[in-house]
Nanobody, 123 residues
Framework: QVQLVESGGGLVQSGDSLKLSCAASGRTFTIDSLGWFRQAPGEGRQFVAAITWRGGATHYANAVKGRFTVSRDKAQNTAYLQMDNLKPEDTAIYYC????????????????WGQGTQVTVSS
């Protein structure tokens, strides 16, 4: 099993930046990719970005392309989500999860979800 712990959320103003972390432990050698999702109140969990663990290939949702950057540090078993030019509509709980190497955007293709970290962007 892989355990994931997200951190780095907070309350910021529109236009500010935040960097989220997703620390992995356990059977990390089984990780093919890590994905970031977010869930706003009353909505379903939505794909944000994903990165392959070995090659570092990335994929982004259109809503965050050009503003968010996903990266990983294999030595630290940690993935990151750098979020720039944040907007109020980015307000949500952000989760990371283990996925397959094909960088799916579908929630059901991911497992070992973390507990999430709250990001709130005020206007």
């Amino acid at each position: 099993q892989v355990q994931l712990v997200e951190s780095g959320g907070g309350l910021v103003q529109s236009g500010d930046s935040l960097k989220l972390s997703c620390a992995a432990s356990g059977r990390t050698f089984t990780i093919d990719s890590l994905g970031w999702f977010r869930q706003a109140p009353g909505e379903g969990r939505q794909f944000v970005a994903a990165i392959t663990w070995r090659g570092g290939a990335t994929h982004y949702a259109n809503a965050v392309k050009g503003r968010f950057t996903v990266s990983r540090d294999k030595a630290q078993n940690t993935a990151y989500l750098q979020m720039d030019n944040l907007k109020p509509e980015d307000t949500a709980i952000y989760y990371c999860a283990v996925g397959l190497a094909n960088l799916s955007v579908h929630v059901e293709r991911y497992r070992n979800w973390g507990q999430g970290t709250q990001v709130t962007v005020s206007s």
